[in-house]
Nanobody, 125 residues
Framework: QVQLVESGGGLVQAGDSLRLSCAASGRTFSSYRMGWFRQAPGKEREFVAAISWSGGNTFHADSVKGRFTISRDNAKNTVYLQMNSLKPEDTAVYYC??????????????????WGQGTQVTVSS
């Protein structure tokens, strides 16, 4: 069992940066692939980024590639999402998720077993 708690969201202006954190409970955190997803108002939840259990492999959606970076610190049971050059279209609730099936390039929500409650990111123009 893994419990996930996101933090770091907020209201920022276009061009600003934010770093989201996701703290995980449980001794098995380091065995899970971790992902970030987001859901904008009126839209389906979409994949943002994923990182392998070791941190050696990452994968980012085209919409955030070059602006967002996923990372993890297994000693701290935490995964991060550094978001730079934020745009109004990045406005969404951001969720972290944990799974141990598939690889980082498999973006399906069904491959993730545990989810956090989400943190709101709002980017004003």
């Amino acid at each position: 069992q893994v419990q996930l708690v996101e933090s770091g969201g907020g209201l920022v202006q276009a061009g600003d940066s934010l770093r989201l954190s996701c703290a995980a409970s449980g001794r098995t955190f380091s065995s899970y692939r971790m992902g970030w997803f987001r859901q904008a108002p009126g839209k389906e939840r979409e994949f943002v980024a994923a990182i392998s259990w070791s941190g050696g492999n990452t994968f980012h959606a085209d919409s955030v590639k070059g602006r967002f970076t996923i990372s993890r610190d297994n000693a701290k049971n935490t995964v991060y999402l550094q978001m730079n050059s934020l745009k109004p279209e990045d406005t969404a609730v951001y969720y972290c998720a944990a799974g141990n099936r598939g690889t980082v390039t498999m973006t399906f929500e069904a491959l993730y077993d545990y989810w956090g409650q989400g943190t709101q990111v709002t980017v004003s123009s």
